[in-house]
């Protein structure tokens, strides 16, 4: 009886330990397949914040281009606008330095004598007031004598230099004004600028 109880308590134990085994090796492999789920989904999380913050990168990179290709336009028409405003200026000096009242005088007679006589008669001069105060002291009395027409002389308050005339009283004209020049010879310069600032 005793080696029946001894063969019992040996066939619990190894039973025990068997299921023990058992049960160990069922722990291990849920273990095991958790741990592998955790790393999977730990890679996929991982892969998902790297492409994100790559196409965030992506989109950083080409809004910062996108704004310096702005900046770098605006830089450029800026520039071509401070550029223009100083060459019109310069130009306008020139020509109201080159436009003196004999320059004038010059100009003007030159115009009247050779227009065609189907122009009119009377003819008005539109300049500065200075201009005009100059060219009354002799000039537009021998003009008058020289022409045979009727020339009236007026001080224009838009008119730094230059003149305007019309032949016809006032019904068209042609503006020969500092200002008026300057907007030509600028506007023949400003293609050719245009052509440096690009080169």
Sequence with gaps: ?????KD???????????????????????TDTTAQKIIADAKMQAKKIIEEANSQTKRLEDSTQASLNQAGRDLLISLRKEINSVLDKLIKAD???????EELAAI?????????????????VSLSQQDKEKLEM?????????????IILKAAEGIDSGFV?????GKSIFDFSA?????????????ELAKILKS
């Excluded at 002799?138 to 009727?150: A, D, H, I, S």
């Design 1 to 5: 009886m005793a080696q029946e109880i």
């Design 8 to 30: 019992l308590i040996a066939r619990i134990q190894r039973e025990g330990i068997r299921e023990a085994e058992e049960k160990a090796a069922q722990i291990k492999s849920e």
């Design 95 to 101: 020509i109201c330095q080159a436009l003196t009242a």
């Design 108 to 124: 003007i007679g030159s115009l009247i004598k050779k227009a065609p006589l189907s122009l009119g008669s009377e003819i008005i």
């Design 138 to 150: 002799g000039f537009l009395k021998q003009l008058v004598q020289e022409t045979k027409k009727q």
């Design 165 to 169: 005339i019309s032949f016809d009283a």
């Design 179 to 191: 200002q008026a020049l300057a907007e030509y010879i600028s506007g023949s310069l400003r293609p």
